[in-house]
């Protein structure tokens, strides 16, 4: 993933993307500060909230045994190592690079954690369900991710991930259909949602 990240940045400067050489006033200074300070956090909880995925579909999978789960675990496991390697390039903490199952530094995600367990152990249809809801949530602060920065980097590992959140998105959708259940949208419209499932 580094190497991606490196031949990103290369095809970027490439392209003659070059940042302002014009002084800035202060107020200019005060709202660039502002905005890296809104991306530095949505990088953070970007990579939590993969990592939110990642252990909830692991806690699934213990419990359903369903490779559903385990797979897409796998996948989410992916998605927290390319955003991890924006912060490594980034040379920012990581909050999840010693985190354990379950555990983590944003206290809203901890929570969230918890009740989503709770609920997918209800029932193995309850379980897909809570896969749905997490992807809905996830491909709409992704969207959100994308519109807040104008990286290139960060903006193609972003893309990268909505799409891989749009196809668990359609996984989990099938496994309900199975036990004739459809999914609500709760986070997207019901048009994006719609959109998702029909494309290929």
Known sequence: MRKTLILSVIFVVAMGVTLSAQ????????????VETSVTQGLLYMVEEEKLARDVY?????????????????????HMDEVSAVLHDKEMDNPVETSEIGVFHNAEIAKLYDSLVAQGSTSIEEAFMVGALIEDLDIHDLQRSIEATDDEVEIWVYNNLLRGSENHMRAFVRQ???????????????????????RR
């Open 23 to 34: 002084p800035m006033n202060e107020q200019q200074v005060q709202n660039e500060a502002m």
């Open 58 to 78: 692991l806690a699934l999978y213990e419990m359903w045994g369903n490779r559903v789960f385990l797979n897409i675990a796998k996948a989410e496991q992916q």
């Open 176 to 198: 309900l259909g199975r036990y004739g259940l459809d999914y609500t949208a709760r986070y997207i419209s019901d048009t994006e949602l719609s959109l998702i499932l029909t």
